[in-house]
Every structure is written in structure tokens, then in C-alpha cells.
């Protein structure tokens, strides 16, 4: 019903910035809750950051509090997330999940979510 696509990955140095993007095709992004998830090498994919359908509940991994920052563009069916303050450990794939619900309030499993993008990977690195 919904595909999300991740973009704008790379590598950045300790302390700098990166912007992700994830723009869904295929239903009106007004429907879902949409969250970011990371995955490190060897770990187990973490939930990042989710944003409530209309963007009014924000919820955020202990990890990236305060650097972090999802926003939504339903006009443009785009989720972002603003990465500040890098740190070698923000290094891994980053994967933009959609999920049918009304509510983003304790949606922080992978398996509350449905419709996952490729990745894209972030590497911090001196």
C-alpha cells in the first residue's frame, strides 16, 4: 500500500550533520504513523525516531535526544530526519518504516511496522 525510499546517506565526520529523507508512493502518508530504525553491524535493528500522523507526538530513541529531529511533509508524502551532532556510534543502515495506525505511541518494535525502505547507509568517521 505505501513504499517508503530513504535518501541522503553518506559519511560525515564526528560532530556534523546529515538530513535523511523518505518519500512513500502509493497511499496518502496522512494515513500512517511513520518512524526511523537503524541497524549497526552485528546488532539488532533499533527504533530511532517516529512521528504521529499530522506530526504532533514525536518520540525519540534515549540515544538521540537533542540531536535528532523527525518532521513530515504529508504535500510532499516525505519524512525527514535531521541528524546532528554525529557520533561514530549513529553509524549504521537507515531504514524509514511506515505502519497503518492511528497512534505512534508505543509503536517502537519492528514488527509494529509494515511497509520498510532499502536503507541508507550512515557512516561517522574521522
Known amino acids: 500500500q505505501v513504499q517508503p525510499v530513504e535518501s541522503g546517506g553518506g559519511l560525515v565526520q564526528p560532530g556534523g550533520s546529515l538530513r535523511l529523507s523518505c518519500t512513500a508512493s502509493?497511499?496518502?502518508?496522512?494515513?500512517?504513523?511513520m518512524a526511523w530504525f537503524r541497524q549497526a553491524p552485528g546488532k539488532e535493528r533499533e527504533f530511532v525516531a517516529g512521528?504521529?500522523?499530522?506530526?504532533?507526538?514525536?518520540p525519540y530513541a534515549d540515544s538521540v535526544k537533542g540531536r535528532f529531529t523527525i518532521s513530515r511533509d504529508n504535500a510532499k508524502n516525505t519524512v525527514y530526519l535531521q541528524m546532528n551532532s554525529l557520533k561514530p556510534e549513529d553509524t549504521a543502515v537507515y531504514y524509514c518504516?511506515?505502519?497503518?495506525?492511528?497512534?505512534?505511541?508505543?509503536?517502537?518494535?519492528?514488527?509494529?511496522?509494515?511497509?520498510w525502505g532499502q536503507g541508507t547507509q550512515v557512516t561517522v568517521s574521522s
Open positions: 518504516a511506515a505502519a497503518a495506525a492511528a497512534t505512534i505511541t508505543g509503536h517502537t518494535s519492528t514488527r509494529d511496522y509494515d511497509y
Open positions: 502509493g497511499r496518502v502518508l496522512s494515513s500512517y504513523v
Open positions: 512521528i504521529s500522523r499530522f506530526g504532533r507526538t514525536t
